[in-house]
């Protein structure tokens, strides 16, 4: 077993193993509706959060609604893909100091997420290393 892969083991018999519900949420994705447009370039985007699983990921609405679900491969594309658009946003739009309090939020919690991905999946670890260029530990 590589150092990446028993640090990995590690990580999920900690978080996985201490989850009442089974699960890891990161949340909340919150920004609030008048700002909605401006952050995400939707209006009607509901808040949201993000459940690690042993073997996957879900994303639920605050409400507690599932509205998708993926591989860990596919939550550090998502992060990617998120980071990209949420970024392009801010050159477009004159945030006021609320949307930036939000905008900073929202990129935190993508940060964490995408960190927490390569923390407890291995397959998320050498996606998100490929990344940088870097072989996986």
Request: aromatic share 10%; net charge negative.
């Amino acid at each position: 077993m590589s150092e990446a892969e028993a640090e990995i083991e590690r990580n999920r018999d900690t978080v996985f193993g201490t989850e009442v519900h089974g699960y890891y949420a990161i949340k909340p994705f919150q920004v609030t509706p008048e700002n909605r447009h401006a952050i995400w370039g939707d209006a009607d985007l509901e808040d949201f959060e993000i459940r690690l699983y042993p073997e996957e990921v879900r994303w639920y609405t605050l409400r507690g609604q599932e509205f998708a679900h993926g591989s860990p491969v596919d939550l550090v594309d998502y992060c990617n893909d998120l980071l990209v658009v949420v970024t392009q946003r801010i050159p477009a739009n004159s945030l006021n100091t609320i949307q930036i309090a939000e905008f900073i939020q929202v990129l935190y919690r993508l940060v964490e997420t995408k960190m927490w991905a390569g923390q407890l999946y291995l397959a998320a670890n050498q996606k998100i290393e490929a990344e940088k260029g870097v072989s996986p530990r």
